[in-house]
């Protein structure tokens, strides 16, 4: 029976030193950490900026002077 070829794909390149692994992974991590909480927090504000846009329109109406009530606020005329 024939051997069967591998499907993992070999390391190409001369070995690195331990310390230069060390380092490319660690600023690789940091690299990747940033990404994810780049991504999380636009998530998250758009989020915030989607639900709270108008009831912060609304708080800032009641507010204000002179005193409207709220039928006012939310009344398109």
């Not at 912060?56 to 109406?61: E, K, N, R, T």
Request: positive net charge; hydrophobic residues 40%.
């Amino acid at each position: 029976m024939a051997s069967r070829p591998s499907l993992k794909p070999k390391p190409k390149g001369g070995k690195k030193s331990s310390s230069a692994a060390d380092e490319e992974s660690t600023s690789a991590t940091a690299v990747r950490l940033v990404k994810e909480w780049t991504t999380w927090t636009m998530k998250t504000t758009k989020v915030v900026a989607h639900y709270g846009f108008i009831p912060l329109i609304i708080v800032v109406g009641m507010n204000s002077e002179p005193k409207p009530t709220i039928a006012q606020l939310l009344s398109p005329f």
